[in-house]
């Protein structure tokens, strides 16, 4: 009687630890896969916000000097976010710490008005996802043509684009932080 509960219990012991194997192999093959489509949507997340406050630009650029559109959420759980890029009228959005590439590193690809590239950087990957306005619109923040950096944050920016009217050939368009968001 007692060799049947000793057996009993190394069994279930056996069976235990070879389910709790299978667990660990199984989240071994599968996290990488998990990481890479969490990191994907991101990227995807981030092209669509992008994509929506360029509609904005060229709504307010469309309508003429005085009009503006309110950006009621622009949703940012990684990255950076720069108007002015480089003192540029560029807006770009700077995914870093990527485990898995977007696309082809070095290679840039388009999806709307958004210019994507991938770049390698010490094991990992960074996309920057660029909204180039050069000739077209010249850009400021806040009334002044100066880079302006936003971090990833899990409430979402709301923002006010105005066409401020058109300096030299460029209209302008200043974008502001709305106090209401």
Not at 68 to 93: A, S, W
Request: hydrophobic share 35%; no cysteine; charged share 25%.
């Amino acid at each position: 009687m007692l060799k049947k509960k000793g057996q009993i219990w190394v069994e279930t012991v056996l069976y235990t630890l070879i389910g709790l194997a299978l667990i660990g192999i199984t989240l071994a093959i599968m996290m990488p896969k998990i990481t890479q489509s969490r990191e994907k949507v991101v990227v995807e997340q981030s092209i669509e916000s992008l994509n929506s406050l360029d509609g904005k630009i060229v709504e307010v650029v469309d309508y003429g000097p005085g009009n503006l559109r309110n950006i009621e959420e622009l949703g940012m759980k990684k990255g950076e976010l720069y108007f002015n890029y480089q003192d540029e009228d560029k807006i770009v959005l700077l995914l870093d710490e990527l485990n898995y590439p977007y696309s082809e590193p070095g290679i840039t690809i388009t999806r709307g008005r958004v210019e994507i590239v991938t770049e390698g950087v010490q094991g990992k990957y960074r996309v920057l996802l660029t909204l180039d306005y050069e000739g077209f619109v010249d850009l400021t923040y806040n009334g002044e043509g100066v880079e302006k950096k936003f971090n990833a944050a899990p409430v979402p920016y709301s923002f006010i684009v105005e066409n401020t009217g058109v300096s030299g050939i460029e209209t302008e368009v200043d974008i502001r932080e709305s106090s209401e968001g």
